[in-house]
């Protein structure tokens, strides 16, 4: 057997074990089984390309995430079944990458489609072009810009999808997408990144489905601050619009630790994030906590993730979700709570068990988006929980 069928092995093996934990359409589980990742990872053993994890491709020397990677195979196609693009289909990505999601889009679209793929760094689309003329997808069109302004010269779009983290909506992308078209894009707000699949609908996007990830920032949103309290072995991740104080939680964790606990248990391997999707919908003190090893040595009370736990922050208090073992209950011994610091940390703790319960009375609740653009009216708005962005206004409905 030669190296080619062996690497092919192992790709389809890889694919299998993604359509084993999620239905993916036809065309994008063929696309996955035809186009060879390890050819867009030049330096990486081939047989590594085909496991199931990120790598990344360009470091990020003033900054702890790499300014470029190659995203998880899995969430790959998940975001793909998002898009549902269609043979014809003219589509516009935004981050380029290794020019692996381009090819996998020109599978699917095919010869009478059109793939215009965007990235902000040189070396990412140069990259991304070499790669894609090896493959033998010289017709997707690379471009090096800015990603936020698109590309109007290919425009109009019937699908858009982007490999970076969002902040805001552009206003550009809105007038390069058809109405009805189809947007995907890892959005992030109130801490969290949800890959929301979103049509346009005239001057608005709805919503038609959302699933967790994480994807570098895109470069030029400037939505999200960080402060950082216990001598910077704690951080809380925020929005701009939440006034989150460092003066007033600098001594937050000298304060006595309140532990209350919810109805809600989960198994090993059960996830748990809907509750922060789940407290987004109603609160607007919803932050990120992440707090490092030196900050759990010097008896910081661990949260449920230590990187990404969701907090409520009010004025000098936080309270943040944790999680212990109960041997009750063995399918499901995990039981979720919270951890409160601060004046107000016992009440902040019991608003957060209260969203924990709520989530685990409908674990598969999930909300609908609508975004419309910044300056729209009130009363013009949908009914729900209205979220205040720079370009954009979110609504946050169930």
């Keep these: 057997m030669n190296d080619a069928s062996t690497i092919d092995e192992r790709r389809n093996h890889l694919v299998d074990e993604i359509v084993a934990g999620r239905s993916l359409p036809a065309s994008v589980e063929l696309a996955m089984r035809t186009v060879a990742r390890d050819q867009h990872l030049p330096g990486l053993d081939p047989f590594s390309a085909y496991t199931d994890e990120a790598v990344s491709i360009k470091e990020n020397p ?14 790959v196609a998940m975001m793909l079944a998002q898009l549902d693009a269609q043979p014809g289909d003219r589509v516009l990505e935004i981050g380029a990458g290794t020019g692996y ?8 679209v095919g010869e009478d489609g059109e793939v215009t793929t965007v990235d902000i760094e040189h070396d990412v689309a140069l990259h991304a072009r070499t790669a894609l003329n090896k493959t033998g997808y010289e017709r997707v069109t690379v471009i090096e810009r800015d990603g936020l302004k698109g590309a109007p010269e290919n425009a109009p ?9 969002l902040w805001d909506l552009p206003h550009t992308w809105w007038e390069q997408l058809t109405d009805g078209g189809q947007l995907v ?21 709805v919503s038609d489905g959302m699933e967790l990830c994480g994807f570098v920032p895109v470069i030029g949103q400037d939505g999200e601050h960080s402060v950082e309290l216990a001598d910077g072995t704690v951080r809380v991740h925020h929005d701009r619009d939440q006034p989150v104080d460092r003066d007033l939680l600098s001594d ?16 090993g391997q059960e996830p748990f994030a809907g509750v922060w999707l789940r407290a987004t919908l109603f609160d607007d003190t919803v932050c990120r906590l992440e707090v490092t090893k030196e900050a759990l ?3 910081v009370r661990r949260p449920a993730i230590p990187v990404r736990s969701p907090a409520l922050v009010v004025g000098g208090s936080i309270a943040y979700m944790v999680l212990q073992r109960e ?6 011994p995990w039981r979720l709570g919270a951890a409160g610091y601060g004046p107000a940390g016992a009440d ?7 969203h924990i319960d709520a989530w685990g009375t409908h674990r598969d609740t999930v909300p609908t988006m609508t975004i419309h653009p910044a300056g729209t009216e009130r009363d013009s708005l949908v009914a729900g929980h209205v979220i205040a962005k720079e370009e954009t206004v979110v609504v946050l409905s169930v």
């Excluded at 995430?65 to 899995?74: C, D, F, G, T």
């Excluded at 937050?252 to 198994?267: D, I, Y």
Aim: no cysteine; glycine share 8%; hydrophobic share 45%.
């Design 62 to 75: 003033g900054g702890p995430l790499p300014l470029s990677l190659a995203s998880v195979p899995s969430v």
């Design 101 to 108: 999601n381009a090819a996998l889009l020109a599978e699917i």
């Design 157 to 165: 779009y019937d699908r858009i999808i982007a490999t970076v983290g």
């Design 185 to 205: 894009l890892p959005f992030r707000w109130r801490g969290q990144t949800q890959s929301v699949s979103l049509t346009r609908r005239g001057d608005t996007f």
């Design 252 to 267: 937050v964790f000298s304060e006595p630790l309140v532990e209350l606990w919810s109805e809600a248990r989960v198994g």
């Design 297 to 299: 040595a010097a008896g």
């Design 327 to 332: 041997d009750a209950d063995p399918e499901r």
């Design 348 to 354: 902040l703790a019991r608003k957060l068990v209260q």
